[in-house]
């Protein structure tokens, strides 16, 4: 059923300037810099600190002493996204650990099956730098018109540890179509200086999104507040909405027209059980 969502990715390998294992174009969305591995500059390469849940654009926040971990973040290039999946596996848990990848769309929760997941990825792998463990990269194309046509894919990561068949941490990527084009609704970055709230940041490279209704150098910057939960996901109001000044771009109309409506997008602590 979930097969046709998956497509192999016939591309070149994209630019990765500073060789730190995300694209030039991952970390332009990512809001790291692309000429230097560790943004930050606090010791963790920005790969490391996305798959084991660190700031990589805030040096106050390091990893934790975790035994597994994930984190995602997506591109779009030639009509695909790209889902990328970061693990982190400590030497005592590589090879052994859990990993599953999961989409939610119309309510549904899928879990892909592994030997497509696997047939239709690039896996990458990468030393950690503390020679703690692992980074394991899998990049897994999700055609863009598939998420246009639903409004809506929910993509999630779990790993769990070896011998166990308990999530210990989950990643999760909300993907909404605006406009024809993807946008990942995240976590605003650090470098915004907001307190908490979110923005959707297009996929795409900016010369590839429609000029005449979205605007460069900004962001749709969005305050929520948790008004319930369904399952595996959280009901969020949208109490505030604008197009506010970040290396991105936003469509104005369509940002100010969320105020008041309710969003529903996978969470991670419910995800990993932690509720
Ligand atoms: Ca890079
Ligand atoms: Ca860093």
Excluded at 189 to 196: N, R
Excluded at 242 to 254: F, G, K, W, Y
Aim: a negative charge; hydrophobic letters at 40%.
């Amino acid at each position: 059923l979930l097969q046709p969502v998956l497509m192999a990715l016939a591309t070149e390998t994209p630019a990765d300037y500073d060789e730190d294992g995300l694209s030039d174009l991952q970390e332009s969305i990512l809001h790291t810099n692309a000429v230097s591995p560790d943004t930050d500059g606090d010791g963790y390469d920005d790969l490391v600190e996305l798959a084991r849940g660190s700031d990589p654009t805030n040096a106050v926040g390091i990893p934790g002493p975790q035994t597994v971990h994930v984190g995602m973040a997506a591109s779009e290039e030639n009509g695909f996204v790209k889902v990328v999946s970061a693990v982190y596996a400590s030497h005592a848990q590589f090879p052994a650990f859990g990993f599953k990848l999961g989409v939610s769309f119309g309510g549904v929760e899928a879990l892909l099956p592994t030997n497509t997941l696997l047939s239709a990825s690039q896996l990458r792998l990468f030393p950690a730098i503390d020679a703690t463990g692992w980074i394991i990269v899998l990049e897994t194309p999700v055609p863009k018109a598939f998420i246009v046509e639903h409004g809506y894919l929910g993509t999630f990561a779990l790993v769990s540890e070896k011998d166990s068949s308990a999530p210990h941490a989950a990643a999760v990527l909300n993907l909404f179509a605006i406009d024809g084009e993807v946008a990942s609704f995240g976590p605003a970055p650090a470098s915004m200086g907001t307190s908490g709230g979110s923005i959707y940041q297009p996929l795409g490279r900016g010369e590839d999104l429609p000029k005449a209704t979205w605007e460069g150098g900004l962001v749709c910057y969005q305050y929520t507040e948790i008004i319930g939960t369904d399952g595996s996901s959280v009901i969020l109001d949208v109490e505030d909405a604008s197009c506010q000044p970040l290396d991105s771009s936003c469509n104005a109309v369509r940002c100010q027209g969320g105020i008041g409506t309710q969003i529903k997008v996978l969470d991670a602590g419910a995800l990993a059980g932690g509720g």
